[in-house]
T-cell receptor
Framework: DSGVTQTPKHLITATGQRVTLRCSPR?????VYWYQQSLDQGLQFLIQYYNGEERAKGNILERFSAQQFPDLHSELNLSSLELGDSALYFCASSVALASTGTGELFFGEGSRLTVL | GESVGLHLPTLSVQEGDNSIINCAYSNSASDYFIWYKQESGKGPQFIIDIRSNMDKRQGQRVTVLLNKTVKHLSLQIAATQPGDSAVYFCAENMNRDDKIIFGKGTRLHILP
């Protein structure tokens, strides 16, 4: 158990809908990363927060947004869903920033999104 | 652009032999590299990391080698065991920001 909790574990929805994925980082971790993993694909970096502020952004679609709350949990919002958004979405946390500390990320078990 | 690639998508190794998983990176500004292991149905798990001021770093049964001249990274697993079956990802980071960019992964099969 990595200590990172993601909910829901599975989600099935229809095209055009909006979903919210939630992540609780490990206790004490200030940094949260979101990744998308499609079938037979690697992990695509979406966005990263540190202590409530956005620190780095990847190729995140405009239909997607995220935030990190004062209690450090994070949410990833996916809207106007398309079939191609079906994927495993991972949240990871770390105690420090990769640029100044460590790249050791602790990953949750992911939220599997299926868009029909 | 930002890309961390892998030479082989699948690697089959006899149990007990050593495994070598390779990774090529394209961004010469990257200066920190990490290897992750992802078992089926789980999130990736940190294995070992190396900064660009080093050529080699050893862990328990694993060694990471970095060749900055040719922008190549490898993960060596000694005495491969069935529990090593997983997808292995190399990831990179540039010191100027906090993005950790993953490659596509190599699936390691352990043959009995």
């Amino acid at each position: 158990d990595s200590g990172v909790t993601q909910t829901p574990k599975h989600l099935i929805t229809a095209t055009g809908q909006r979903v919210t994925l939630r992540c609780s980082p490990r206790s004490g971790d200030l940094s949260v990363y979101w990744y998308q993993q499609s079938l037979d694909q690697g992990l695509q970096f979406l966005i990263q927060y540190y202590n409530g502020e956005e620190r780095a952004k990847g190729n995140i679609l405009e239909r997607f947004s995220a935030q990190q709350f004062p209690d450090l949990h994070s949410e990833l919002n996916l809207s106007s869903l398309e079939l191609g958004d079906s994927a495993l979405y991972f949240c990871a946390s770390s105690v420090a920033l990769a640029s100044t500390g460590t790249g050791e990320l602790f990953f949750g078990e992911g939220s599997r999104l299926t868009v029909l | 652009g930002e890309s961390v690639g892998l030479h082989l998508p699948t690697l089959s190794v006899q149990e007990g032999d050593n495994s070598i998983i390779n990774c090529a990176y394209s961004n010469s500004a990257s200066d920190y590299f990490i290897w992750y292991k992802q078992e089926s149905g789980k999130g990736p798990q940190f294995i070992i990391d190396i900064r660009s001021n080093m050529d080699k770093r050893q862990g328990q049964r694993v060694t990471v080698l970095l060749n900055k001249t040719v922008k190549h990274l490898s993960l060596q697993i000694a005495a491969t065991q069935p529990g090593d079956s997983a997808v292995y990802f190399c990831a990179e980071n540039m010191n100027r920001d906090d993005k950790i960019i993953f490659g596509k992964g190599t699936r390691l099969h352990i043959l009995p």
